[in-house]
């Protein structure tokens, strides 16, 4: 299973060095050996280092006008470095084999917070004279606070799902630490999460486990809209997200994703296991309408990318 087919040789090469110099026996648990180490599995023509830019964004005192802000600085960083690989750079093209000129269209920037990053990058690219294109639509799905409002959702439904349960345990609703979770499955390595949740002896997952069976049982009786606006009471969401960086676009978010449970059900539509798969439909609506048309470079989220 080490064996990668996505990467190229480079890229494999600098993930290697990376986790060799942080994972150990006593530092995650994992000594990093060549039983770990990733494996090329595929074959790419030309040369393409994996780079790492550490940008300095402290203010020069020799300038009278204020140091730009951070993400303004780092997409203006990314677009002249396109800018530089559209003119200099050579990749294989996937129909011919032959190396060829880079497009716009070989490049992709992913991003970790998508909505109120890509928005700014495609201003600086666009600047440029490069085309580039992404979907807001597409990423309000990947956002944060959508995320795990989804996840805990999922979880009122069906708590025997292990990767919404956990996604919402390491929320910033419920801020369980990485100990925690690891205590909690090497007590049960065998069992579904769920069950060696409930097994814990935690003060947090004993808290967690009864506020999560409140919601559970206002779930049937209320409509979905009713639901998540009690959840956005009982856990603070709307609070809590909105501390965050760009907390207002996520507050709005919040308040998207109570209409979108409102549209639902004015469609006539019910039940809690039906708007998550009305959720999934638009998600994917959303993401067929987020490929970019065309020779242009792509903004997505990483999540996107897989």
């Keep these: 299973l080490n064996q990668n087919f996505r990467s190229r040789s480079e890229v494999l090469d600098f993930v290697n060095f990376v986790f060799e110099n942080l994972m150990s026996r006593e530092f995650g648990g994992i000594a990093y050996d060549d039983r770990e180490k990733l494996v090329v599995g595929a074959d790419y023509q030309g040369a393409c ?3 790492v830019y ?13 140091a730009p802000e951070k993400v303004v600085y780092e997409a203006e960083f990314v ?36 909505t109120s990053r890509a928005p700014i990058y495609e201003e600086a690219i666009s600047a440029r004279g490069i085309p580039c294109a992404f979907s807001a639509e597409a990423a309000f799905f990947e956002t944060t606070e959508i995320l795990v409002m989804r996840s805990l959702l999922a979880v009122i439904d069906n708590p025997r799902q292990d990767i919404p349960l956990i996604a919402v345990l390491r929320s910033p609703l419920f801020l369980f630490t990485a100990d925690e979770l690891a205590a909690i499955r090497i007590a049960m390595p065998k069992a579904e999460f769920y069950d060696a949740l409930c097994a814990s002896s935690l003060p947090a997952a004993k808290a967690f486990l009864a506020e999560l069976e409140s919601c559970r049982a206002y779930a049937p009786d209320f409509t979905v809209a009713e639901l998540i606006a009690m ?9 809590i997200f909105e501390a965050l960086d760009h907390g207002e676009a996520r507050r709005e978010n919040l308040q998207k994703f109570y209409q979108l449970a409102l549209r639902f059900e004015q469609n006539g539509s019910r039940g809690l296991f039906a708007f998550l798969q009305y959720l999934e439909q638009l998600e994917k609506e959303a993401g067929d309408a987020a490929e970019p048309a065309g020779n242009a470079v792509k903004l997505m989220s990483v999540h996107k990318s897989k």
């Design 49 to 51: 280092p994996a780079e």
């Design 231 to 239: 959840l956005y009471t009982k856990t603070g969401a709307k609070g």
């Design 54 to 66: 550490v940008l300095d964004l402290a203010r020069d005192k020799s300038e009278e006008t204020q």
């Design 79 to 114: 677009a002249r470095a396109i800018e530089q690989n559209l003119a200099e750079t050579q990749v294989t093209d996937r129909e011919t084999g032959e190396l060829r000129s880079a497009r716009p269209e070989d490049i992709a920037v992913l991003f970790s917070s998508f």
